[in-house]
């Protein structure tokens, strides 16, 4: 049975600057650089309920991305300063869903989602373990450190 | 009306080299050097019709990314040699959609698509000039320079 | 002649965390991320004297690096807070070079230096306006954005 | 005794074309985005001798960048072909430094170096082998596969 989401408590929001590496020619920012957002408010996310990468390691495990999508809105420009809102949509068994909107004050600039499965240090599926569910499925305990 | 695309002749294929620096520590290339790969696949498509940069230049448009997905399959590795095969999936007044398959030998390790719409330098849509549309229909017919 | 720098009121520090995207399979942070640092605490340091890019945009004008170096001592890891302190080392009629130390608490992990050239949107090289000299020569007048 | 090297047969040429990520709001490579040039130039200085990421893994060994410069001349440009002439410059009994120049055509963009050093799984120094000290001296033994 897959475990219940509340929405509220399982949105996080991640500041960060456009750093000017990320832009392209078109004097944007690249659309790759988006995923780039999305892992550092996922792993945010995480650290604010207190999972770090230490965690994980300390299991041997990892989380990789086996499926991303952005719709691209408007473009995102260097230095401006976003938000990337990032809510838990998913929990199954080996794997979670993210669900990211890339804000600019109000205005969405990109919304997009990933899909991580939980793998050992041979990439074999694994079950996440109960503990671990128990805190995707919490708010935030940690005080947001933003950017950094 | 939507012009008829040829599957077999709206296809090519880039081979590329993945770098040390697309990797990760998980060892595995990094997810979003897939968009880099889509995004140098697409650039070998259009230049084996004739379309360079500069085509796009001189009209003062740009083609950017409106919407990506990919789907992860099997980790590609480092000096892994791969093959992205790159096919025109749908063609549109104003955008048009470009699908890839990320090969190692028979292997596909990720597939995905992008949305790419035609605007101009104010980032204003338009439409798909008719001479394009020709060329974007047609066959390759430039030589493959693999990599470069 | 040269304009006095004062090297105390000359630094700043940036403060910023590494992102899994910027390690390597050797399981740190890949070398050339180093330059990406290096790159968002130099604007951090301009912005924190009021200096942004829509300052220089406003001139046409860009600081493109024309040098850079850096001596790596120790690795930094996924998750790690960095600290990159920057200081303006020189201040030339049309170029200014900057160094810049990262800081692991107080281990320093690597050491830098990059030299910007004032050009013209053709890359002309431009001399650097006495009134932006004066702004660099000058303490800090913006609070610290940690990150963002 | 450090061995002699033998400028003609210690260079390589590694033709690589610019991609559209690798650029910046400038419309010009991003001052970053030359050292994987460097990097992917050397590995494949490395290849044409034989050696391969798998030749180091298989003895647990690690050739990390600690010493990085750039000199930048002119800028690179979307979709330029560029040739990185890479040479052995010199090779210590732990380390070994390479020397590289950028040219589009006969016009150099770009000249560097970077000092690597041989270190174990655990980042501790190591004396490079006599065997690969042979194969480093060698010249070419591998064809070009340019680009991959």
Redesign the interface.
């Given at each position: 049975m897959q475990p219940k989401i509340d929405p509220t408590s399982a949105t996080s929001s991640h500041?960060?600057?456009v750093?000017?590496?990320e832009?392209?020619?078109?004097?944007?920012v690249?659309?790759?650089?988006y995923?780039?957002y999305f892992?550092?408010a996922r792993?945010a996310w995480l650290?604010r309920r207190g999972v770090?990468?230490?965690t994980w390691a300390a299991l041997g495990w990892?989380l990789?991305?086996?499926?991303?999508?952005?719709?691209?809105r408007a473009?995102a420009r260097?230095?401006d300063?976003l938000a990337v809102e990032t809510v838990l949509a998913e929990l199954r068994s080996h794997s979670m869903r993210y669900a990211y909107r890339v804000l600019r004050g109000q205005e969405c600039l990109a919304e997009g989602e990933t899909r991580l499965a939980c793998v050992d240090s041979a990439?074999k599926l694994q079950r996440i373990p109960k503990e671990v569910i128990g805190i995707l499925c919490s708010a935030e305990t940690q005080p947001d450190?933003?950017?950094?």
């Open positions: 500041r960060l600057r750093r000017f590496c832009t392209d020619l078109m004097g944007i690249h659309h790759a650089s995923l780039a892992e550092a792993v650290r770090t990468y230490a990892h990789p991305v086996v499926e991303a999508s952005v719709r691209y473009p260097f230095e300063v990439h450190a933003d950017g950094v």
